[in-house]
């Protein structure tokens, strides 16, 4: 029994520092692992909406507008040519539908 106890000490003296180790993959993964971020989201405020009292418009008074009384425009007489004697021939296009 003691045996058995001294190369189980034995063994697992020899073998802790191979279980203990990660192997060759300790040295290399923390270079390809993801860097983490943590993001805390904004704190949120929740404020009620402002009291809006509703009023009808104040009135809008308009001013008249001026009265401006302005001269009649005056117009030359009209000049009209000598009349155009009428001919005496006459075309008369009659065609039957």
Do not use: C, E, W
Request: hydrophobic share 45%.
């Amino acid at each position: 029994m003691l045996k058995n106890l001294i190369l189980a000490a034995t063994g697992l003296a020899f073998t802790a520092p191979v279980l203990a180790h990660d192997g060759h993959r300790d040295r290399h993964f923390r270079h390809f692992q993801p860097r983490v971020v943590v993001v805390h989201p904004r704190p949120v405020v929740v404020t009620p909406p402002p009291r809006v009292f509703y009023a009808p418009p104040a009135p809008v008074y308009y001013a008249p507008p001026a009265v401006v009384y302005r001269p009649a425009p005056v117009y030359s007489a009209p000049v009209y040519s000598a009349p155009v004697p009428q001919s005496s021939v006459s075309i008369r296009l009659h065609f039957p539908l």
